[in-house]
């Protein structure tokens, strides 16, 4: 104590630091005290020398002696010191010579050893021996002998270590357990392999594995450490019983076939990696070298395991994969591995929706039950009635396909998923009608190689798949271009033999036949078996066998410059798509124009529900109003007069609507006679305003028809209206009074697709506004024709009335049959010319059109669809008919109204009675006072005011202008159409706003707007 307290005074004292510390040195002696049996420094142990004793050695050595270094702590006489041997056991040994010299050389020097004579453990044949001494390897590699005092806990062995541990666990109040390494390290490799051992077991409740002895642990290691291992490998264990159990519930409940990839995916990863660890962990010889083993594993599986979590909120397939799309995205920032694997995951599990996609775009057969209009549909294809509901409410239900986009993945865009649907609809269109089309045979196609639809991760994959879409393409579009040859010109082995029982059948053979056919299959029979084809490698087992216990962290130079994820869906999907669509587009088209007459059908379109017949509106307007034909009405005891026949509605006809036989009867052979064919030239193109009421064009003409060979069954029927519309119908001065005529019209079915029922309801809508405007077109010249015969035709009022309504009228007609019709439909028709000419050519991905600049692009038939429908739009906003323009449309019927009522009073003479409370806010007297020329020409005036003031206003703002312009419009492929662009542009530059050129027709001089 004093010699610490003079260290501690002396503070210039250089302290010793190859001084053991205190808690080594306490350490030591704990372990001492507690098992003096292993005590380390045995250097004070005696031990005898000889195998032989004497008694003076015995006694030598048992009496205490200084020279003799024994442990700190234990005495000569403890547990240590030699036992008495008794003297009967002595082995008796002669005393020869050299012994008795000895002993006189020592008592004649003094010194007596006082040893008996008797002494067995005394040796005479040799002298003292050296002193023992306690030897290590370390004193080994040190020749000089001198010790090194251990500094370090570490260094001191793993008793040491263990002992320091027990003593702080002590302190909390446990005692942890030491096992030997072998049996530790071979639970916890049962444990990272899923299954249970001693020291862990399976808890059902928890759906967890515990360890049954919470306070064992091997030498050497710290608690800590152990708790670290144990729990990697427990996270192990637990992943690998997760996800089997979700392939389990998989397999054994009815699921999709995109978690049952999933499920089949997962399990080949569970079993490689637990046959990769097994392999390995059993030359494991250590903990830490064992833990190694197990975190690139538990990584692996913690991934997959979140993976699965994340996927089971998922319950359709397109949830599944547009969730996995995600997780793969999310991947990129993970380890290198589990990216690729995470990749690799993605690529299987999409497999059953990449092979329906395949199936339904032509690429390969369809196994198992197709799909078809009989079926109801299959992922994102579904099939319904589609019911087809004319204006007179006759429904016609049939299947067809839709695409349901809910079950469209979100990975892929709108654009490619319509582009698959209309590819595979115009497939089996060419199926169902054109079976002996090249397409309609997947033999075909099989032979020229179609490539796989698949994930593409890097850019060497989509420049290779691109090389090999392009071959196919050119392949496919020469083999359909020389037409469909023979199963044998394919040149490709047939995938089953002919039944053996064909083979052998002998009825109408010779016997020498029969003969030749038994031994050619005994030759067959006598061949050996086939090896069998050994399975294509699993993708994800090969990569986690060569990258599993490599280094992973590290980005490759593939990685670096691989696209990003929101590209990938549309480099791997995109190429194949668009070829196979390009081909089975053009296909389509092309018989469109050829087989089934789609020129046909759309020129008698133009010429019948956009009048752009001459012939037939001038035969049409005299059927309806001229006044001077016979009628068709039937009356008693009146027999029908055998001249041209009409319904005399400009005539002042008192009742109204006519009957059923009487409309049949005045429109007979109306569309029959006047009906061109688009090859024949004639004089039906007379400009519609330019019909006079002098004459009515026969029907005479080489290429005439009769009614049942027009196309579609075009003929008159009677419109299904409302009560209130029939209430209104009812009266002849009436603008509505011909609301109840219209054009039937039945599209062929294999031109549904493109004159769908609601491209017929637009005709519709504009032919029934034409029917108004051709009756306002007769009403006017009438008026100013009949107006010499009355008295005061010489008043201001009469004379405006009569010439501004003519003149209103012919400036609309002229506007809404050039600027509203013919253009549009001039563009319209330039853009199929284009389309037609560009299916006439060879095909050739690098060839260009003669006129356009689309490079051989081929338009679908839904494309050619919305074509016309924009077309019509285009018509229809032009013509003041779109819904927006309908505050603007009422007020042009109510100045048709006020001419109507013009006609009227002057076919009256101009002194008929007009109630007021009959015309709304229109009226300017009491009820009971007479309407006059003057106060028609008011109304008509500022109403014609008004309508000018509005126009104005739509041409400055430009919201008369079609909506569906071509600059918004875009392919189904998602590219835009620069054709349309070019000549709308052209069109737009020439004529400019359509509103614009109406105003200036109706108010060049600025009449109306001078007045206002």
């Known amino acids: 104590m004093a010699n610490d307290d003079a260290r501690m005074a002396d503070l210039f004292t250089i302290p010793d630091f190859s001084q053991p510390s205190d808690s080594l040195n306490q350490a030591l002696l704990d372990l001492h005290k507690r098992n003096p049996l292993f005590a380390l420094d045995v250097s004070h142990i005696s031990t005898p020398h000889s195998l032989l004793p004497n008694v003076d050695s015995v006694t030598k050595l048992q009496g205490p002696d200084p020279h003799v270094l024994l442990p700190e702590g234990i005495s000569p006489d403890g547990f240590f010191r030699l036992p008495d041997i008794p003297k009967d056991l002595v082995v008796q040994q002669p005393r020869s010579d050299d012994t008795k010299q000895s002993e006189k050389t020592s008592t004649d020097t003094g010194q007596n050893l006082a040893v008996p004579e008797?002494?067995?453990?005394?040796?005479?044949?040799?002298?003292?021996?050296?002193?023992?001494?306690?030897?290590?390897?370390?004193?080994?590699?040190?020749?000089?002998?001198?010790?090194?005092?251990?500094?370090?806990?570490?260094?001191?062995?793993?008793?040491?270590?263990?002992?320091?541990?027990?003593?702080?666990?002590?302190?909390?109040?446990?005692?942890?357990?030491?096992?030997?390494?072998?049996?530790?390290?071979?639970?916890?490799?049962?444990?990272?392999?899923?299954?249970?051992?001693?020291?862990?077991?399976?808890?059902?409740?928890?759906?967890?594995?515990?360890?049954?002895?919470?306070?064992?642990?091997?030498?050497?290691?710290?608690?800590?450490?152990?708790?670290?291992?144990?729990?990697?490998?427990?996270?192990?264990?637990?992943?690998?019983?997760?996800?089997?159990?979700?392939?389990?519930?998989?397999?054994?409940?009815?699921?999709?076939?995109?978690?049952?990839?999933?499920?089949?995916?997962?399990?080949?990863?569970?079993?490689?990696?637990?046959?990769?660890?097994?392999?390995?962990?059993?030359?494991?010889?250590?903990?830490?070298?064992?833990?190694?083993?197990?975190?690139?594993?538990?990584?692996m599986l913690a991934s997959f395991q979140g993976l699965v979590e994340a996927l089971l909120q998922q319950r359709s397939e397109e949830g599944i994969l547009s969730r996995l799309f995600q997780e793969v995205q999310t991947s990129d920032y993970k380890d290198s591995l589990v990216r690729e694997a995470v990749a690799e995951v993605l690529r299987l599990t999409s497999r059953p929706w990449t092979d329906f996609v395949e199936e339904w775009i032509g690429l390969k057969p369809e196994h198992g039950t197709p799909v078809s209009k009989a079926g109801t549909g299959k992922a994102f294809i579904k099939v319904a009635d589609r019911l087809w509901i004319d204006d007179v409410g006759f429904e016609l239900e049939g299947p067809d396909y839709f695409l349901d986009e809910d079950k469209i993945p979100s990975f892929l865009g709108a654009d490619v998923a319509q582009t698959i649907f209309e590819t595979g609809r115009n497939l089996r269109f060419l199926r169902e009608h054109h079976p002996e089309n090249p397409l309609s045979r997947q033999d075909l196609i099989d032979s020229v190689g179609p490539p796989k639809l698949e994930w593409q991760f890097d850019w060497d994959s989509i420049q290779n798949l691109e090389r090999r879409v392009n071959r196919y393409r050119d392949a496919l579009s020469l083999a359909v271009e020389r037409g469909a040859p023979t199963k044998a010109s394919f040149g490709t082995p047939s995938t089953s033999e002919e039944p053996a029982g064909r083979q052998l059948e002998f009825f109408g053979r010779s016997d020498e036949q029969i003969a030749q056919t038994i031994l050619a299959s005994m030759d067959r029979l006598d061949q050996p078996l086939q090896p069998p084809t050994s399975p294509a490698p699993d993708p994800v087992a090969t990569l986690l066998r060569a990258r599993l216990y490599k280094d992973t962290t590290a980005r490759t130079e593939n990685d670096s410059f691989s696209p990003h994820w929101s590209l990938v869906p549309l480099l791997s999907f995109g190429p194949i798509i668009t070829a196979q669509s390009a081909v089975v587009h053009r296909e389509c088209m092309r018989l469109l124009f050829s087989a089934h007459g789609l020129r046909i059908h759309l020129d008698l379109l133009k010429q019948c529900y956009l009048m752009g017949n001459g012939l037939l509106c001038s035969r049409l307007s005299h059927a309806l109003f001229d006044a001077d034909l016979e009628t068709a009405e039937r009356k008693a005891g009146v027999a029908l007069a055998g001249g041209v026949m009409g319904l005399r509605l400009g005539g002042g006809r008192e009742n109204w609507p006519p009957a059923s036989s009487e409309l049949r009867l005045a429109l007979m052979g109306v569309l029959s006679d006047s009906y061109r064919h688009p090859g024949t030239r004639g004089p039906q193109h007379i400009p519609p305003h330019s019909i006079t009421t002098t004459s009515s064009a026969p029907a005479a003409s080489a290429s005439r028809i009769s009614d049942s060979d027009l196309p579609g069954e075009l003929s008159f029927a009677v419109r299904d209206l409302a009560p209130e519309e029939i209430d209104r119908c009812m009266d002849p001065d009436a603008l509505e009074a011909l609301d109840f005529l219209r054009l039937s019209y039945k599209p062929p079915v294999t031109l549904r697709t493109v004159i769908s029922p609601i491209v017929l309801a637009k005709y519709d809508r504009i032919f029934g506004f034409l029917l108004r405007l051709l009756r306002m077109l007769y009403i006017v010249d009438q008026q100013f024709f009949r107006g010499s015969m009355l008295e005061d035709n010489s008043t201001a009022a009469f004379i405006r009335f009569r010439i501004e309504s003519r003149h209103f009228v012919n400036q609309l007609a002229g506007y809404v049959f050039g600027m509203g019709i013919t253009t549009p439909w001039a563009v319209f028709e330039n853009w199929l010319d284009n389309v037609e000419a560009d299916l006439g050519g060879t095909y050739s991905r690098n060839s260009s059109s003669k006129g356009g600049k689309r490079g051989g692009h081929i338009f679908s038939p839904d494309r050619l669809q919305k074509r016309q429908e924009e077309v019509l739009d285009e018509i229809m906003s032009a013509l003041l008919l779109r819904k927006r323009q309908g505050p603007v449309l009422r007020l042009l019927e109510d100045i048709f109204g006020v001419i109507l009522r013009f006609s009227k009073l002057l076919r009256r003479g101009g002194i008929g009675p007009t109630r007021s409370s009959t015309e709304g806010k229109d009226a300017v007297h009491q009820d009971g006072e007479r309407e006059t020329f003057q106060d028609l020409y008011g109304i008509f005036r500022k109403k014609v005011e008004l309508f000018v003031a509005v126009c104005k206003g739509l041409a400055e703002k430009k919201a008369g202008s079609s909506t569906t312009g071509a600059e918004k419009t875009k392919t189904s492929s998602g590219v835009r159409d620069e054709d349309d662009w070019d000549q709308r542009r052209g069109r737009d530059e020439l004529a400019g706003n359509p509103i614009e050129a109406l105003v200036l027709a109706l108010d060049m001089g600025g009449y109306y707007a001078k007045k206002s």
């Open 118 to 299: 008797d002494d067995v453990w005394l040796l005479s044949d040799h002298g003292l021996v050296k002193r023992p001494a306690y030897m290590t390897w370390e004193k080994f590699t040190q020749p000089d002998g001198r010790d090194h005092t251990t500094v370090f806990i570490t260094e001191a062995g793993p008793s040491v270590f263990d002992a320091l541990e027990a003593q702080n666990q002590i302190q909390q109040g446990t005692e942890p357990a030491i096992l030997a390494d072998s049996i530790y390290c071979a639970c916890l490799l049962n444990l990272a392999l899923g299954r249970g051992s001693v020291l862990f077991s399976w808890d059902d409740e928890n759906k967890a594995f515990t360890k049954t002895a919470p306070h064992v642990k091997t030498s050497g290691v710290s608690v800590q450490l152990m708790q670290s291992i144990d729990k990697l490998c427990l996270g192990c264990a637990n992943a690998i019983r997760y996800l089997q159990r979700f392939v389990q519930r998989t397999f054994s409940n009815p699921s999709t076939p995109t978690r049952v990839a999933l499920a089949g995916v997962i399990d080949r990863l569970v079993v490689t990696v637990l046959s990769e660890l097994g392999a390995r962990g059993r030359l494991a010889r250590s903990i830490l070298q064992l833990s190694s083993l197990v975190r690139p594993v538990q990584l």
